[in-house]
């Protein structure tokens, strides 16, 4: 995450009820949460070897819960183009594209099969969450497309964005806008750290 959430939640006097995390690696961010007293938390992570560690780093209870799955806009399986040089977290459901070129260190030798769920199917109180955190990689529309439901009880959003085609056909900027504005959602942080890719914060209005 490239935002500070700690300035965001100070400059815009957020109430985090509680965050879903998609992409969630190895659990970078879970101190954090808890620094922030974010009572309720759910971890989305999709690889076998990262969602290990993550088992490792977060300390599960009723309040806080890991699923082993990555998220989209259908349910089943599908594969991932996995890379191990970045520690697995430039690996993506998307075919990498650019990527390749802007990062020529980080190679995808590796392919894995994983569950895939919708958001809406995998969440059953959403007034549990009003915050969704994600990161996966070019892939963020799929998955918002998979939460219509949900989105209606979330207040604020960082995702992941992009301005070229790091991974083919993933969302540009200007397409997840759009979408999320139709729920009422306006962009009012960036920071393009990458230069092609970068964190985006929405509130809705």
Known sequence: MVLDLVNLKEKYNLNIKGI?????H???EYKLYNDLNIPNMIFFEPLSNNFQQLQNNVVQS?????VNKAL???KGEVEMFVEYSNASMSSSILEPKQHLNQYPGIQFTG???VKIS?????????TKYNFINIDVQGYELEVFKGSSNILQSIDYIISEVNRDELYKDCTQIDELDSYLSTFGF????????????GDAF???K
């Open 20 to 24: 879903i995390h998609v992409g969630a």
């Open 26 to 28: 190895w659990g970078g």
């Open 62 to 66: 009723e309040h806080v819960v890991l």
């Open 72 to 74: 989209g806009n259908m």
């Open 111 to 113: 392919r894995e099969m």
């Open 118 to 126: 919708t958001l809406d199917s995998e969440i059953s109180d959403y």
């Open 186 to 197: 306006e962009r009012v942080e960036i920071d393009w750290v990458g230069n092609t890719w």
């Open 202 to 204: 929405y509130i809705k």
